[in-house]
């Protein structure tokens, strides 16, 4: 996500939102930020929302386990005598 065309109130703005979503908590203090630190932030938890959605995804597929263990583990070792 480029933000070089935000202007610095647009870009806290989407700072506030995006922290918001992720973290559930808006951000208490901008003034000791520059424009560019905003904008390496909004990046940052755009990366971070990409992130969890992709592993949301995973968590919802049922299969996804199943990558995680080797395919020799699901052998049949019960013998009935």
Same mark, same amino acid.
């Given at each position: 996500?480029?933000?070089?065309?935000?202007?610095?109130?647009?870009?806290?703005?989407?700072?506030?939102?995006?922290? %918001?979503?992720?973290? =559930?908590?808006?951000?208490?203090?901008?003034?000791?930020?520059?424009?560019?630190?905003? =904008?390496?932030?909004?990046?940052?938890?755009?990366?971070?929302? %990409?992130?969890?959605?992709?592993?949301?995804?995973?968590?919802?597929?049922?299969?996804?386990?199943?990558?995680?263990?080797?395919?020799?583990?699901?052998?049949?070792?019960?013998?009935?005598?």
């Amino acid at each position: 996500m480029s933000t070089e065309n935000y202007s610095r109130e647009e870009l806290i703005s989407l700072f506030s939102d995006l922290q %918001k979503e992720a973290w =559930g908590f808006r951000p208490k203090e901008f003034d000791f930020m520059s424009t560019l630190q905003t =904008g390496r932030e909004v990046e940052f938890f755009s990366n971070l929302l %990409k992130d969890q959605a992709a592993e949301a995804k995973e968590a919802a597929d049922p299969n996804s386990w199943k990558k995680y263990v080797p395919s020799s583990t699901f052998t049949n070792t019960i013998s009935f005598s």
